[in-house]
């Protein structure tokens, strides 16, 4: 079992920056990769941001290329958010994904994040 805590989020103005924190614990030695997602009102959730814990990979959602950047240590995941646009606005939410025993997928508790303009 993997459990994580986000921390980070908050209302800030349109340009400005935020840093998100994700901590795991538990079964921290069974973490494949971690990432954040995020869920707006009335919409999907969908994928910002991964990161591949050994190699340290990163692949990010168009939207957010260049201006988000996915980072990790240990068993921690963080997610630097610069130029914040108002579309940015959703709940964020951290995930780490275990293959031991199986393959499966972990969620934190979502922080909010809202960009006025």
């Known amino acids: 079992q993997v459990q994580l805590a986000e921390s980070g989020g908050g209302l800030v103005q349109t340009g400005d920056s935020l840093r998100l924190s994700c901590t795991a614990s538990?079964?921290?030695?069974?973490?494949?990769?971690m990432g954040w997602y995020r869920q707006a009102p009335g919409k999907s959730r969908e994928v910002v941001a991964t990161i591949i814990m050994r190699e340290g990979f990163t692949n990010y959602a168009n939207s957010v290329k260049g201006r988000f950047t996915i980072s990790r240590d240990m068993a921690n995941t963080y997610l630097q958010m610069n130029s914040l646009k108002p579309e940015d606005t959703a709940v964020y939410y951290c995930?780490?994904?275990?293959?031991?025993?199986?393959?499966?997928?972990?969620w934190g508790q979502g922080t909010q994040v809202t960009v006025s303009s």
């Open positions: 538990g079964s921290i030695g069974s973490i494949l990769a």
């Open positions: 995930n780490a994904r275990s293959a031991i025993p199986s393959v499966q997928d972990y």
